[in-house]
């Protein structure tokens, strides 16, 4: 058994501690006798520390107890000397004094509040304006104001003051009605901030919804005027604007009104202005100190607005009305925005976008149909732009201008300064393919004077901006229109529509564009005709007129070559050319009149010259018998000189038609001067021929072949020596016939050729005739580069 001794403080009796052998309780003795004795010490210690407070608890409580008797008395006695009446009189004292006071003080505190609030007014108005606060709490005070100066100004000590602060009053107000108008008129807020400014434009004018609607219809009216007046430099971007602002004031009236205002009104009713609680809250107006001063009417004052007075229907019908004039009033402001515009990229741009909106967003517009205003966008920017197409069309009568201006200042020389040496040395710019040193070559080589580049560069520039319109058109067709919209009420599908809109927009525009383009065009080079055959007219009749023929030559060139390519498509119908043949051939008569007027002189000089001059050249004469086998000098250098003088005028002049003038015209005069010619050889006299004879062979007659004989053997001998000259003069100006022909002579001219027949009188044989022409013709082909511009 366990000797150990168990705790006693676990004994549930003390009969417990009896159930262990007598050494353990002995223990247990022990130990409870242990624990008794160090518990009175504990006690004895707890005791004596606290006895002091002991002594102070009880102090107090005797104290209390006295106080209690003295308070029990006094209460009695109190109850004893109270009773109704006697309080009921002094309640009434009270009262009597109280209302007394009032009455004394009430009208100077009432005026002193009032100023004070209305002083304040201005500036709390100022301060929520400048942090673009609520309109509608703006409005709330400036309804307050407007009570406390009716209130101020019935008052008989009125300050002057009043009228001041008034006056400040207005000044706030006005401010703020043009705020209300500016957040009104923009369409980036949100409708709740919309519907907040309507109900503060309400508040602050006394309106009716229908008023409201009317005033808001009004400001976006005025807001998509002023944007079509601003379309200078941003065409597309004001005119996209308006149209969006249109569109987006039917979404916001469809939006607002009449529920959604109506219901805004309807919170205003709510509780008097003076205890809104965003009222209250401005720090400035000090209401919490001022309230029961200012006045029965401004502390009990709310507003009462008419919010069921507009009804659905008759804002559907007010709707309607203004959309009909909203867009009417947007394309007049098109039209009269594109009065002054003249960049035809700017205008197509703008179509563009225009159209686009407008079927994006056009059918929820309420109270118009949808085609006819797409239609009338699609007349009014047609029709600017034809009206800018023709215009440009038009320009080229500046081009007349300037021609006609230049060849009233050209320079009284007929030399041409271009030299190709002088301006190939210059152009040492060998960059990019040499394309400026060739291009200097080819302009110099062509006489492209400082007045032909000018007056090129001008026809350039209009061929540029009528041309521009070809990108336009591009840009048109190819232009997908995927979007499609109905009528309202249409339940059909919109597949056909989109069609006939495809249609209408990428097909019929682009081709009336350029149906429009073509007449254009054809008129102004038509009127470009006339005016050029006037000025050819007034110039070749000029004392200038080779001068001025030459330079109009060049420009004809220029512009004819740049003809070809007024076409807006590949396919198109190439323009015909202005230039009247009878123009020109009136230009290549003056040049070909300059050539021969100098030429044809010399010429007949030449032939004159030589009848009287001794020639051998009959000795190289080949075959049997003799014929030339090369012209005569006077022939051959006639030819040089038409060739020079062609040159000198211009090499780049010499056209086919310009040759074929100066051919014809060389020809006939060629052909008189050779008749002349002819008709001297035949008509010279014997004697002189005699005479030219024995002259011309003293050198060659031997000293031991003088002749002999009688004078019928002279006369016989002269007469044969007569019929020899003539008959090789004969013959070598036949040669020279057939050798010019090639040169100066159509296939189709009869006066070489009869003057040919007529030379050949000499009874020569078809082989020799043959021959004589196949000598003409092989000569030719070995001078021929020497008369280049007659080949």
């Not at 980036?188 to 519907?195: F, I, P, R, Y």
């Amino acid at each position: 058994m366990s000797t150990e001794a168990p705790d006693p403080r676990t004994f549930q009796s003390w009969e417990d501690a009896f159930q262990y052998p007598i050494p353990v309780v002995q223990r247990l003795e022990r130990q409870l006798r242990n624990n008794a004795d160090e518990n009175r010490e504990k006690l004895r210690s707890l005791v004596g520390t606290s006895y002091r407070s002991l002594l102070d608890t009880a102090e107090t409580i005797i104290d209390m107890e006295v106080r209690m008797e003295q308070v029990e008395s006094k209460l009695a006695k109190v109850g004893q000397s109270c009773n109704s009446s006697r309080l009921e009189r002094i309640s009434k004292n009270a009262v009597n004094m109280d209302t007394h006071t009032r009455s004394r003080d009430v009208e100077r505190y009432t005026l002193a509040s009032q100023l004070s609030v209305l002083r304040y007014v201005p500036t709390v108005m100022a301060r929520l304006m400048k942090r673009d606060g609520s309109y509608l709490l703006i409005a709330k005070v400036l309804v307050i104001s407007r009570l406390l100066h009716k209130a101020l100004g019935q008052s008989k000590n009125k300050p002057p003051i009043v009228d001041q602060l008034w006056e400040k009053l207005l000044s706030m107000r006005r401010k703020l009605l043009r705020r209300i108008d500016k957040r009104l008129a923009s369409t980036t807020g949100e409708t709740a901030s919309l519907v907040e400014s309507m109900s503060a434009y309400a508040l602050a004018t006394s309106s009716a919804p229908s008023d409201v609607l009317q005033h808001f219809h009004k400001v976006r009216m005025e807001k998509m005027a002023s944007e079509l007046k601003r379309v200078d430099d941003e065409l597309a971007k004001h005119g996209i604007s308006a149209l969006k602002l249109c569109i987006q004031t039917c979404l916001d009236t469809q939006t607002i009104f009449p529920r959604r205002l109506a219901e805004s009104l309807t919170k205003l009713k709510a509780h008097p202005l003076i205890q809104d609680q965003e009222v209250r809250g401005l720090y400035e107006l000090n209401l919490d100190v001022h309230d029961r001063w200012i006045g029965d009417e401004a502390r009990s004052y709310t507003p009462w607005p008419r919010h069921d007075e507009l009804q659905r229907p008759e804002a559907e019908k007010i709707l309607h009305r203004w959309s009909k004039d909203a867009i009417a009033t947007f394309l007049k402001g098109i039209k009269k925005a594109l009065d002054g515009e003249q960049r035809l990229k700017e205008v197509a741009h703008l179509r563009q976008e225009l159209i686009e909106t407008w079927i994006l967003s056009g059918s929820r517009m309420a109270g118009v149909k949808s085609t006819n205003v797409l239609d009338d966008l699609r007349d009014t920017m047609n029709e600017k732009l034809e009206g800018i197409i023709r215009s440009r069309t038009q320009g080229l009568q500046g081009v007349v201008s300037e021609l006609t201006t230049q060849l009233n200042s050209l320079l009284t020389s007929e030399d041409s300064n271009l030299s190709l040496w002088s301006h190939t040395a210059k152009s040492s710019d060998l960059s990019n393919g040499a394309q400026t040193f060739k291009s200097t070559i080819l302009s110099t080589y062509q006489g492209c004077e400082q007045q032909v580049v000018s007056l090129t560069s001008a026809f350039d520039k209009w061929m540029e901006s009528v041309l521009e319109v070809r990108g336009i058109v591009k840009s048109m067709k190819d232009a997908r229109w995927d979007d499609t919209f109905t009528e309202d009420g249409d339940d059909d599908s919109d597949e056909e529509f989109a069609d006939s809109k495809q249609t209408l927009l990428s097909n019929d525009d682009p081709r009336l564009l350029e149906e429009v383009t073509q007449e254009a065009l054809s008129d102004a080079l038509q009127n470009l005709g006339k005016s050029f055959s006037q000025i050819v007219d007034n110039s070749v009749n000029d004392s200038y007129a080779t001068h001025k023929a030459v330079y109009i030559l060049r420009v004809v060139r220029e512009i004819g070559d740049r003809i070809p390519r007024l076409k807006l498509q590949d396919k198109s119908t190439a323009l015909v050319s202005p230039f009247s043949p009878e123009a020109l051939q009136s230009l290549h008569a003056t040049l070909a009149t300059r050539v021969t007027a100098s030429t044809i002189q010399v010429y007949q000089t030449l032939l004159t010259t030589s009848l009287k001059t001794r020639t051998n050249s009959h000795i190289l004469w080949e075959g049997n018998p003799p014929l030339p086998g090369q012209p005569s000098p006077s022939a051959f250098r006639f030819l040089r000189e038409v060739n020079k003088s062609m040159a000198g005028l211009g090499s780049d002049l010499w056209a086919s038609a310009a040759v074929d003038v100066l051919k014809g015209r060389v020809a006939r005069d060629v052909e008189k001067v050779l008749d002349g010619y002819v008709g001297l050889i035949k008509s010279r006299s014997n004697m002189t021929v005699t005479m030219e004879i024995k002259q011309d062979e003293d050198g060659e007659l031997a000293d031991d072949s003088e002749p002999t004989g009688d004078g019928d053997s002279k006369a016989d001998e002269a007469s044969s020596q007569i019929s020899e000259l003539q008959e090789r003069r004969l013959k070598q100006v036949l040669f020279d016939t057939l050798y010019m022909q090639r040169f100066v002579a159509k296939p189709d001219d009869e006066g070489l050729a009869s003057l040919i027949e007529k030379a050949a009188y000499l009874g020569l044989d078809e082989a020799a005739m043959a021959r004589l022409r196949k000598n003409a013709g092989d000569y030719a082909k070995k001078t021929y580069l020497l008369f280049a511009l007659l080949a």
